[in-house]
């Protein structure tokens, strides 16, 4: 199949058209500094009029779906869309951490793409990369500057024993002195840390990797990664969060059929109804509803006992997210593990599952352990995330708590 690839989530933009059997028919490079809006059209045009390829005969065009520049991550989105519905052919996407991992060519090392952010700030991926040179998704991409991109480096490396670290992309190369001051050789040739490029954004969409390679599955589409919300966006999300109050409650029996309903459509390995109505008679175990304007908008399930905490379940309602409930719900678990002298609270989390870990860390959860292949549904591995009650960290920022209960 002939394919077009579209990577423009930095200034420097490339188009490619790939033939039938994987040979380039044209590639367009330009830097095009802040107009993606007004070059990219024109860049695709001519990259299909040099490759003498009809829009109708592509079979895949493939974006970047970031992070990286804001506009040049939407309109490579949207511009893959809008050739792929003229044209009938399938969108494909990658992220450029994704693509940067998996071309870096590194083996039995924690691999960190870096991708300029703005500001003096890099967005950073983290992989692991086993001996044989398969790469896999670890945990959750970050924004910062470089000296806090090192230290979440830190907090990742002991969970994969004695890997070296190496960092890629065109963030690499800007900040090339400090990163090889903490980690002599980490950028050296033979990891490429060159700049992203359409061909690797190829190899990554097609490669059919999925989450596994922090790759989108088939079935969710092809959304952007911003992982640092737009501006806008957020003072939005605070105005509905004010106007829309939460309260709190024990979990109860009657609880359960929406409950259950609410598992199966959120989780690939939902907790059975009778699983919950187990677990929330028991002495030990902390379950709480939420509820905005009289209706369930989420859910927690833990156990705190012997002086430590396990959160087995969290899930917020898909129409309630991003308003401040599962930062309700666990700062309340925080303060009765607190009150019951509980050392802390442990988890296990999916490295694919960036909105759980974000809220984890915002609160003082850290990495600490990694389990592989532990979800039997997907073969996907686990994150460790754990908070220490003597840490103080977490509690701080908690919304004052009007819990019913
Ligand atoms: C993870 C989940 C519980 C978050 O619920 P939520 O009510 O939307 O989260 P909140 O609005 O309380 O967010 C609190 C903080 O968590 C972090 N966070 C939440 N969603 C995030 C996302 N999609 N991406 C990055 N960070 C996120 C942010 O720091 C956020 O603070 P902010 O809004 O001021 O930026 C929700 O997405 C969900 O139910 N997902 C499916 C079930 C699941 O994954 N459960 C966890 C299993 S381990």
Redesign the pocket.
Known sequence: MIGLAIEAATEHVEILVRGAQGETLAAEVEEVGHGHTRRLTPLVALALARARVRPAELGWVAADLGPGSFTGVRVGLATAEALALASGAAVLGASSLAALALASGASGALVVPLVPAGRRDVYAGFFRADRRGTVSLLAAPRVGTTAEILAAVAEALPLLGRAAVRFVGPGAAREQALLEAAHPGSTTPGVRFGGLSADDLAHAARSGLGPRAGLPGTAEGMRPMYVRPAQAEERV?HRVTAADPVTLRPMAPTDLPAIAQVERE??SDPWPESFFLGEITRPHVHAFVAESGGALA?YSVAWLAAGTGHLGN???LPG????????RLLTHLMADATAQGCEGIA?E?RVS????Q??YR?HGFRLAGLRRGYYRDTGEDALVMAWHATSGSGLGDAVPDSTET
Request: glycine share 12%; charged share 20%; proline share 0%.
């Open positions: 999300r959120v989780f989420g969290l899930a917020v309630h997210r991003r308003r401040g409930i599962a930062r988890l989390v599952n960036f909105a759980a974000g809220l915002a």
